[in-house]
Structures are given as C-alpha cells and as structure tokens.
C-alpha cells in the first residue's frame, strides 16, 4: 500500500511562486511512479507533473517551463515547485502514485486513470 499526505498548499499573488509538498509511505519494497494532478469544481482531474521511478519527468504543454516535480534523495517526499503562477493555476493539488509493475507506460503518467493511490489534496489559490 501507498500512503500519500498533501501539504503547503496556500495563497499567491500572480507571477508569485508555491511549493507543495507530499509525503509518501511505500509498504514493502515495489517502485512506485507519482504526479501530481489539480483539479477544479466541476472540471476534470488533469495531470500537471510526473516523474516516473527512473526521474525523467513529464509535463503538459499548460505548466511547462513553470512547474517542477522534484523527489528527496530518500524519496519519500514529492514536491511540486510552480512559478509564474495565474490565477488559472487555482485548483486542489493531489498527489497520486502507482505501483510500476502496474503501470509504465509514458504516454499515460498524465492520466489520472494510470494511478491508483491518492492524496487528500491541498488547495491552492492565486489572485491577481
């Protein structure tokens, strides 16, 4: 099992920068692949961030150049830096990891169907 705690969500300024974070428990010792997804009232989840076990990261084409997913050494903490926030950028962050024996696939560590593990969220809000 995964255990996933969101934290550091908050308020910015546009053009300001947030950090949140995210600590994981892995039970045993399988890999796991992460993203964090946002999500708005009545919109889809959508993926903003990803790193697979080997560290290559992906991003949509929406946060590019802004954001960046990160993991401690221990990786046991996920974190998600964004820059040249907008108010667009307002949404509740989840973490989420999959096991990735179930899951390796590129074209899919956006996808919120990829992964199975989930974060209580944390929101974030940016006024301008």
């Known amino acids: 099992q995964v255990q996933l705690v969101e934290s550091g969500g908050g308020s910015a300024e546009a053009g300001g920068s947030l950090r949140v974070s995210c600590a994981v428990s892995?039970?045993?010792?399988?890999?796991?692949?992460m993203a964090w997804f946002r999500q708005v009232p009545g919109k889809e989840r959508e993926g903003v961030a990803a790193?697979?076990?080997?560290?290559?990261?992906f991003y949509p084409d929406s946060v590019k150049g802004r954001f960046t997913i990160s993991q401690d050494n221990a990786k046991t903490t996920l974190y998600l830096q964004m820059n040249s926030l907008s108010p667009e950028d307002t949404a509740i962050y989840y973490c989420?990891?999959?096991?990735?024996?179930?899951?390796?696939?590129?074209?899919?560590?956006?996808?919120?169907?990829?992964?199975?593990?989930w974060g209580q969220g944390t929101q974030v809000i940016v006024s301008s």
């Open positions: 790193i697979a076990a080997s560290g290559r990261t």
């Open positions: 989420a990891a999959v096991f990735t024996e179930a899951q390796s696939r590129d074209d899919l560590r956006l996808r919120k169907t990829a992964y199975r593990f």
């Open positions: 892995v039970s045993g010792y399988s890999t796991i692949s």
